[in-house]
């Protein structure tokens, strides 16, 4: 039986908890100050949608989207995307938009999954649930609120994305 390997981009501004959510999935852990490990590219995990092994591949950057210098390495033969934002970050928020513009460009239309991390901290947010929902509609991906520190629905993302991949 052939396993299915899946590479899935991560992007979205700096700060809103990209590489946290990669270390979550994939490690089971949340720290405060994640540091990328030097010369991974890369976390997995594998899963098991409709009976089928899958294998994950998150592909992390090393903070070279603050500088807007993410390598076309980085996007090559990526099949899914996850699009994050912060509760708690307007910019990551208005930046979304561009974010999607860029991995079309590179990748073409691959299944992608907006996420609102930081749920946590709700009564901080600077997003309103409608803005959310609309940005998603806009885009024609699902929206979907996760925290990385409570870890709540950071698998959901995962399963939806292998499942949508599977379904092409
Ligand atoms: P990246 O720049 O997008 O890779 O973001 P990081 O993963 O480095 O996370 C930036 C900061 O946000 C770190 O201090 C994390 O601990 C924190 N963080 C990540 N996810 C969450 C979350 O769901 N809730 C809260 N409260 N903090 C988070
Ligand atoms: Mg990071």
């Known amino acids: 039986e052939l396993e299915v390997a899946l590479k899935v981009v991560i992007v979205g501004n700096g700060g809103v908890g990209k590489s946290s959510m990669i270390q979550r999935y994939c490690k089971g852990i949340f720290t405060k ?33 603050e500088f807007d210098a993410i390598t076309k390495a980085y996007y090559r033969g990526a099949q ?10 307007r910019d990551s928020f208005e930046a979304a938009h561009s974010w999607k513009l860029k991995v079309e460009n590179e990748c073409g239309e691959i299944p992608t999954v907006i996420v609102q991390n930081k749920i ?13 929902e609309l940005l998603a509609r806009a885009l024609g991906c699902r929206l979907l609120r996760t925290s990385v520190k409570e870890d709540i629905n950071v698998a959901s993302v995962f399963r939806h994305l292998a499942a949508r991949c599977l379904a092409e």
């Not at 899914?80 to 970050?89: K, R």
């Open 33 to 65: 100050d994640y540091k990328k490990t030097i010369g991974v590219d890369f976390l997995e995990r594998q899963i098991e949608v409709d009976g089928e092994e899958v294998r994950l591949m998150l592909w992390d950057t090393a903070g070279q989207e």
């Open 120 to 132: 946590d901290l709700i009564d901080q947010t600077v997003v309103n649930p409608e803005e959310a």
């Open 80 to 89: 899914a995307c996850v699009l994050a934002f912060s509760t708690t970050d």
